[in-house]
Each structure stands twice: as structure tokens, then as C-alpha cells.
């Protein structure tokens, strides 16, 4: 079945950091894939996505990139603010079969 | 647009009780789902729909039933809740067309 796999947190920065959430999928089929938000006690809000390979989402300075060949869908952003701080969802979602699978969630601290 | 609402914020039950969870959204979506967050696991499927009077289950649908009566509502019903539902519960939509989810804010349950 399809699977999202993301790299454990928790992880902490210092402001202006350069951040990398690792994520890797597996999937039947052609998946779109997603990155999602989640503040404290809040629901969660989608960041970026990118619908077929080599597409790149952004958003508020995030980016990531589809790639097919190496089954991944990596969050970066060049310099991190105090109010990234948040838990990072990585998703995919397979709508011929109404499967949207989520992995298990980064947080991220950043430091003043 | 209020987009998706979720009720009660937070609840708190004894094993054995019942309860409904409410959500609805007035963007007029189709697709509605409901997830379980825990801590370590990211979200879990429940149930879902992909239009009035269609329901079907999603990754972790037992000890729970759902309905779909319109396009706006899709209650969560807990049969007779036990420890193990203790959870962050989210309800979702998305449009026609689309693969991206917009969330509620989230029902906290705590099972006693």
C-alpha cells in the first residue's frame, strides 16, 4: 500500500537557519504529494504541493520538489524564522482510490 | 466562508458511552474525511465520502460509524467509546478535482 515516510524530529534551528525535512514515499500509483502545517492546537493547514514529477511547490518561502526517481518530496527553506516553528506533515494522496496517507509528523523549534 | 467547523472542541468520556462528532463545511465540497491524530503515528484515516449518501472506510474505521444525509454535514459517531480513542479527531474536505484537504481545528477526546 502507499506509505509516506518522514525523517524523526524533533529537530531544533537558530533563526536564519537553513532548514531540510527529509520525506520519502511509496506508492502504486501516481500520487500527488503534499506538505502540511500544524501550529499549536490548530488544525492542519497545507504549505505546498506539487501534482506530478518535477514539479516544484512553494509557499512563505518553502519549497519542495517531486521527484520520481528518487521517491522523495524534501522541505527546505533557506532561512527560518522564530515562527516556523511548528509540527511538519509530509502526505500523498492517491485519489483513484480515495487514499491520502500521511507520515508521522516533524517538529521544529527554531531559537532566537 | 466559514470553511470546516468541528464540535465540541474537547470532550471528555467515560468507557462505554457514546457520542457524535460533529463537522461541516460550507464550500460546498464533495469529498469529506475524518482522521485520528496520535502522538508518533501522523493522522489515520477513519472514514470517508465522496458525496451525499455515500460512505466507506478508510485505515482505522472500527468503533466508528459515519453518515452522509448532505453535502454540508458528516457526523463521527463513537458506538461505546474505550481509552484507546483518546485522540485528536480532524475533519476534512476537499473540492471536485482537487487532492489537497482543508482541515477543521480539531475535537481533543479523552477517554476515561
Known amino acids: 500500500g502507499n506509505s509516506v515516510t518522514q525523517m524523526e524530529g524533533p529537530v531544533t534551528l537558530s533563526e536564519e537557519a537553513f532548514l531540510t525535512i527529509n520525506c520519502t514515499y511509496t506508492a502504486t500509483g501516481y500520487p500527488s504529494l503534499f506538505w502540511y502545517v500544524q501550529y499549536p492546537g490548530e488544525g492542519l493547514q497545507l504549505l505546498l504541493k506539487?501534482?506530478?514529477?518535477?514539479d516544484k511547490g512553494s509557499n512563505k518561502g518553502f519549497e519542495a520538489t517531486y521527484r520520481k526517481e528518487t521517491t522523495s518530496f524534501h522541505l527546505e527553506k533557506g532561512s527560518v524564522q522564530v515562527s516556523d516553528s511548528a509540527v511538519y506533515f509530509c502526505?500523498?494522496?492517491?485519489?483513484?482510490?480515495?487514499?491520502?496517507?500521511f507520515g508521522a509528523g516533524t517538529r521544529l523549534t527554531v531559537k532566537p | 466562508n466559514a470553511g470546516v467547523t468541528q464540535t465540541p472542541e474537547f470532550q471528555v468520556l467515560k468507557t462505554g458511552q457514546s457520542m457524535t462528532l460533529r463537522c461541516a463545511q460550507d464550500?460546498?465540497?464533495?469529498?469529506m474525511s475524518w482522521y485520528r491524530q496520535d502522538p508518533g503515528m501522523g493522522l489515520r484515516l477513519i472514514h470517508y465520502?465522496?458525496?451525499?449518501?455515500?460512505?466507506d472506510q478508510g485505515e482505522v474505521p472500527n468503533g466508528y460509524n459515519v453518515s452522509r444525509s448532505t453535502t454540508e454535514d458528516f457526523p463521527l459517531r463513537l458506538l461505546s467509546a474505550a481509552p484507546s480513542q483518546t485522540s485528536v479527531y480532524f475533519c476534512a474536505s476537499s473540492p471536485p478535482g482537487a487532492y489537497e484537504q482543508y482541515f477543521g481545528p480539531g475535537t481533543r477526546l479523552t477517554v476515561t
Open positions: 464550500m460546498n465540497h464533495e469529498y
Open positions: 506539487a501534482t506530478k514529477a518535477d
Open positions: 502526505a500523498l494522496s492517491d485519489r483513484s482510490n480515495n487514499d491520502m496517507r
Open positions: 465520502s465522496v458525496g451525499a449518501g455515500i460512505t
